[in-house]
Nanobody, 124 residues
């Protein structure tokens, strides 16, 4: 059974950092493009970052460029999202997703496998 499990969310003060993890089971992540998305209450799901199938290309949403970094550890079959300089607008449920497209695209329809999400709350 293909499964993605996110972890690492929580409550953090503005300006703080968190590292989210996305662990895969039942399949090998380095055969897929990986995306991180987020959804705040009352808002549409937003593309945060993605990593191409080859791992050679990354992409970031405008609101997180320069603050977030996506990476992959093939040995652990895990993808990470390092988030720095967090602000209250980053508060959302964060999801990781895997897609068979070779491209790195920040659009949900390109991804067929999704995790259950992890809550990130940025507040003082």
């Amino acid at each position: 059974q293909l499964q993605l499990v996110e972890s690492g969310g929580g409550l953090v003060q503005p300006g703080g950092s968190l590292r989210l993890s996305c662990a895969a089971s039942g399949f090998t992540l380095d055969y897929y493009a990986i995306g991180w998305f987020r959804q705040a209450p009352g808002k549409e799901r937003e593309g945060v970052s993605c990593l191409s199938l080859s791992g050679g290309r990354t992409n970031y949403g405008d609101s997180v460029k320069g603050r977030f970094t996506i990476s992959r550890d093939n040995a652990k079959n895990t993808v990470y999202l390092e988030m720095n300089s967090l602000n209250p607008e980053d508060t959302a449920v964060y999801y990781c997703a895997a897609g068979v497209s070779r491209r790195c695209v920040l659009l949900p329809p390109f991804y067929g496998y999704w995790g259950q999400g992890t809550q990130v709350t940025v507040s003082s």
